[in-house]
């Protein structure tokens, strides 16, 4: 269900995407030409349908609508490409300017995707991270897009999407395989689903990321109630890193 409440998007484990209104009609067919869907998903936004499977690249779509709300049509977006084999499975951002994508090759990318795609423009590859890839195989980009979390059978790692790093690491989460993998609207949580079990962790690799991100940010302005702000947001994390760990950081 897309977050305006305009349609519904459902994947078959062919090739097929079907958007619904909510009254159950058939508004368009999508036929992702990937081999196999692998995992489909509807952007954060609302505006976009994307899937993966057998081919090394992340197909997305808009979802059009006129002013006065009357479906229009599905139009293709843009393509994430670059992976040398096909794709576990990807993430939005929360405002959908950023993905994060998962493959067979052995590697995670991160993408710049606020781009003018009806100008044909690509999206811009970020950054290229080496990982462990195991079926059932995830990724999660946190909403606010400064870290990105990938399961690989029962373990999740964690890394931040400015250099690529690996933050956090949990082995044997789950006593079966990882089923899904998400962060909480705020990033301030991450979850994991498997063995009839629900695993919360907190985002100590997200609140790390922006205490770096508004130091530097702190750096570069003279302005002062910018920096009051960035302060503001600095303490605030590490406050919440020293109610984590129970001591200052």
């Known amino acids: 269900l897309s977050s305006p409440g305009k349609f519904i998007m459902t994947a078959s484990s062919d090739t097929t995407i079907l958007i619904w209104s909510l009254k159950g009609d058939v508004l368009a067919s999508i036929n992702t030409n990937q081999m196999n869907n692998a995992h489909a998903a509807v952007s954060p936004c609302g505006r976009f349908v994307a899937s993966c499977g057998f081919t090394p690249d992340v197909k997305v779509w808009e979802v059009c609508f006129s002013k006065s709300g009357d479906f229009r049509e599905v139009t293709r977006a843009f393509e994430l490409k670059g992976h040398a084999a096909g794709v576990h499975f990807f993430s ?98 991450l979850v994991s689903s498997g063995d009839r079990a629900i695993r919360v962790f907190h985002n100590s690799a997200g609140y790390r990321a922006v205490v770096e991100e508004m130091q530097a940010m702190l750096k570069k302005t003279a302005n002062k109630a910018t920096r009051e702000r960035l302060e503001q947001q600095i303490s605030n994390a590490q406050k919440a890193l020293a109610a984590i760990y129970g001591k200052k950081h």
């Open 92 to 189: 939005f951002s929360n405002d959908s300017r950023r993905m994060a994508t998962v493959s067979k090759d052995g590697t995670w990318k991160f993408w710049d995707t606020d781009v003018e795609y009806k100008k044909q423009q690509d999206p811009y590859l970020l950054l290229t991270g080496k990982c462990e890839v195991a079926e059932p195989c995830r990724i999660a980009l946190a909403p606010d897009a400064r870290v990105v979390a990938i399961s690989s059978g029962t373990n999740i790692v964690v890394y931040n999407t400015r250099r690529g790093e690996e933050e956090e690491r949990f082995v044997g989460v789950h006593g079966q395989c990882i089923t899904d993998l998400a962060f909480d609207i705020n990033s301030r949580y």
